[in-house]
């Protein structure tokens, strides 16, 4: 640990998605440098970036295509504004993105949360402009996270991010969930995901005429804590949003770019969507950068001599040119790297190499969809996630624990890992699970209450 770097830090820059104080137990680690997916400390100890630096790295660290990408294009433009400009890296991305998704029209934001607020402005401005101006709410899926502006807070069904600003959010309506682990003896996921969306229609034929869109994480809700569920879910869902003329937004800002096993998760389902979010994986995990895109029908509602009818938002550095191009260069790895047929090959390496922790006595309801694993783990210990946390980081591994109690388990990793790297991701993760059930055995029983 850098005390120096780690104090400095906890005086002046306070940290995301923390309870500061815990820091004066477990101070924060200082990186020095990354490669590949490796992270190294200022000591020089080397953990592996088993959750791809919160879901957004793909093919490891400072990969040198997008590297030297970027290298090129700061020599060439940083930055100009959008409106009324527009550059090589913006349009080669939006092209590419209308090839690989069919929705031919993209608008950009920075982050996650600035893509939702983009999609479901642009979803209730279209029915303003159709004419039908009581579409303006929302629905979403029973632990859904969309991001946590206050407009996205208000789709994000999280009760850890959201309780404390419920007077400022104007919450949406939640459907039930086709998380998979609700399966009752006998069902299939697919018989989960009918029965859920038999709450969706019951939902959509009470409330359609003021509901302008349905907002989901098509295959892994993955704030929830990796909640899986079939493909069959998408399939009704675009169904039930057709036949109630309500749009379906894929927020795909955490499954998209092969996370899932295809490009992107909603295409299992052979849909269209009418509106895509992304980010996180879109720059490889170099720059902010967030699209909505969309399709032809969208685009014309807003396309009118009248400037009121068209989509007046913006953010200062939309369309950043760098972000774009290390976007393009990220799609270009995807291609030379054949990424979606190799992650095949890598994902049963990486499966074998967690069968001793799948088999855990302690583990439940072990689960992969594509490059996504989860385990739920069967733990009285309250603080079972930063416990986890601290026993993986002593064995050289980056993975946090999430979902509502914080017990579940899971890897999300970069696409490019050695067989060092796969045989150090099992070991370690498995190493450091008994360390935190041995804490367990050792509290006495009072404190270990949940
Ligand atoms: C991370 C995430 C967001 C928010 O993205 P930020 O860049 O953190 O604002 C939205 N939706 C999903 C599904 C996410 O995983």
Redesign the pocket.
Known sequence: MDNCLASRSMRHVWHPCTQMKRHEAAPPVAIDHASGPWLVDTQGRRYLDGISSW?VNLFGHSHPHIRAALAEQMQRLDHVMLAGFTHAPVVELSERLAGLTGLGHAFYGS????A?EIALKMSAHYWRNRGQPAKHRFVGLAGG????TVG?LSVTDIALFRDAYGPLVRLSATVPSPDARQARPGETAADVARRAAEGLEAWLQAHHTETAALIL?PLVQ??AGMAMHDAEYLRLARALCDRFEVHLVV?E??VGFGRTGSLFAHQQAGITPDFI?L??GLTGGTLPL?AVLTTDAVYAAFYDDDAARGFLHSHSYTGNPLACRAAVATLELFEQLDTLAANRQLAQRISAAFAPLAAHPRVRHARRQGMIWAWDIDTRLPDFSQRYHAAALAHGLLLRPIGPMGRTLYCMPPYLLDDAAVAHLGRAALAALDDTLLQEAALPAQEVQA
Not at 111 to 114: H, I, Q, R, Y
Not at 145 to 148: C, D, F, I, K, N
């Open positions: 879901w982050d996650g949360a600035s939702t996270y969309h991001g946590e996205a994480e993955c704030a927020d800002i955490a979010c980010s996180k967030s």
